[in-house]
C-alpha cells in the first residue's frame, strides 16, 4: 500500500511501541489505514503471523499477539477519527494521542500462522477524551476475534 499509514504520522517520541512502532525493529510495526478514501469511518490493517508467534498449538498464533494487533490497530483508528472529527491532518499539532484504557476481545475460533490476516475498526463513539472502538481480525473469510476498546486521549501536558 503506498498511502501513508497512521502510526506514521505519529512524532518519534511515539514511534517505538512494539505493536506499530516503526523504530522498533524487535516489534510488530503494524501499519494501519482508512478502508477508503471516500470511507472515512472504517479502518483497516494487514498482518502475516510468523511461526514463531505461535501460542504453542502447531499453526495457531498466539492470543496475546491478537491482542497487540487489535490494541494497537484500536487506538491509532481512534486518533485517525480524532483528528477527522477535528477536520485536521493526522499528525498536526497539538498532536491527538490515545492509549488503551480497556480491551476485551472474544477469541472465536484459532488464528492461523502464515495467513494474512486482516483487522477492521470502527470508532463507534467518541466524546471529549473517550472513543469506543469496535475490532475484528479475520483470515480470509474466517472472523477469527472480535473486540471492544476504550480508548483515552493523553492530556496535552
Ligand atoms: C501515546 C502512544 C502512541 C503510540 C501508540 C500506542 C498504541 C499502543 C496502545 C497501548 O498499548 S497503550 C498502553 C496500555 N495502556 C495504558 O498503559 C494506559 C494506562 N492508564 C492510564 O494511563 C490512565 O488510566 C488513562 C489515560 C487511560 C485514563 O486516565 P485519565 O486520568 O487521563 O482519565 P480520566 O480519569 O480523566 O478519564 C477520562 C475518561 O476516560 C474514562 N476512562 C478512564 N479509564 C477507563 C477505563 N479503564 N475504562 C473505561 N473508561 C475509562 C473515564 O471514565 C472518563 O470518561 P468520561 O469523560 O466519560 O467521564
Known sequence: MSKKAFQDSYSAEFSHCYGCGRDNPHGLQLKSYWLNDEDKTHTIAHFTPKPYHTGGVPNNAYGGLIASLLDC??????????????????????????????????????????????????????????????????????????????AVRLKSE
Open 73 to 150: 490497530h484500536g487506538t491509532a483508528s481512534a486518533a485517525a477519527a480524532a483528528y477527522e472529527t477535528q477536520g485536521r491532518k493526522m499528525g498536526s499539532t497539538p498532536v491527538l494521542r490515545f492509549v488503551t484504557a480497556s480491551l476485551s476481545i472474544d477469541f472465536l475460533r484459532p488464528t492461523p500462522i502464515g495467513e494474512e490476516l486482516t483487522l477492521c475498526g470502527k470508532v463507534t463513539q467518541l466524546k471529549d477524551r473517550k472513543a469506543t472502538i469496535t475490532l475484528s481480525l479475520s483470515a480470509g473469510n474466517m472472523l477469527c476475534a472480535t473486540g471492544t476498546m476504550t
